[in-house]
């Protein structure tokens, strides 16, 4: 497509629940990046994929999260056992070039 | 450990007026700097970058200035309108790799009519 496409756009769950987040990179971008804003915060770096290397899960706040890129493309985020912190605006974005960061409109989560 | 920060959470600018948004980082490995603008409910857009080898870049009514020496860039919106109003996130990133960048928390700007 020809922009960052994030599903669902919102999305309420009950604190204990596991949910998944999806991000559909533009096509041919090689790099991926998940990154969350809470409320009132900037935007915490979560993880990266570049092509088939590993990826660096650095930012990851817990093992709780987890995230696979499947076939160099889609993008999961699953956050397991949610829990009410981990409320906020979760945003993937995908790159070629370093000017060609481009985020989707990101996942409104909500536990409640 | 806040390695950019923007200290000023909000700015309110009269419209026509500059528009200045200030950004400190600690890292003096960071060797590219951006800044994006973000509307509600959307996310972050790419606005202006500059490479630690220039001290200013500029693009239309957006420039950004590099300090090396104080790690500090300021981006100026010169004149400032009203759909300008938007969150303003700073970020840097080391090495020029393709790795994550680094963001400040945004400061949000307000331009009246």
């Known amino acids: 497509g020809a922009g960052v496409s994030q599903s669902p756009s919102n999305k309420v769950t009950e604190k204990g629940k596991d949910v998944e987040l999806r991000c559909d990179p533009i096509?041919?971008?090689?790099?991926l990046y998940w990154y969350r804003q809470s409320l009132g915060q900037g935007l915490e770096f979560l993880i990266y994929?570049?092509?088939?290397?590993?990826?660096?899960k650095s930012g990851l706040p817990s093992d709780r999260f987890s995230a696979e890129r499947t076939g160099g493309s889609v993008s999961t985020l699953t956050i397991q056992r949610t829990q009410q912190e981990d409320s906020a605006v979760y945003l993937c974005?995908?790159?070629?070039?370093?000017?060609?960061?481009?985020f989707g409109s990101g996942t409104r989560l909500t536990v409640v | 450990d806040q390695q950019v920060k923007q200290n000023s959470p909000s700015l309110s600018v009269q419209e026509g007026r500059i528009s200045i948004l200030n950004c400190d980082y600690t890292?003096?490995?960071?060797?590219?700097f951006l800044w994006y603008k973000k509307y509600p409910a959307e996310g972050p857009t790419f606005l202006i970058s500059?490479?630690?080898?220039?001290d200013k870049n500029e693009d239309g009514r957006f420039t950004v200035f590099l300090n090396k020496s104080a790690k500090h860039l300021s981006l100026h919106i010169v004149p400032s309108q009203p759909g300008d109003s938007a969150v303003y996130f700073c970020?840097?990133?080391?090495?020029?790799?393709?790795?994550?960048?680094?963001f400040g928390k945004g400061t949000k700007l307000s331009v009246k009519p």
């Open positions: 890292n003096s490995m960071f060797d590219y």
């Open positions: 500059i490479s630690s080898i220039k």
């Open positions: 970020a840097a990133m080391l090495g020029g790799s393709q790795g994550n960048l680094i």
């Open positions: 096509s041919g971008h090689t790099a």
């Open positions: 974005a995908s790159s070629s070039l370093i000017r060609g960061y481009t």
């Open positions: 994929f570049q092509g088939n290397s590993a990826p660096d």
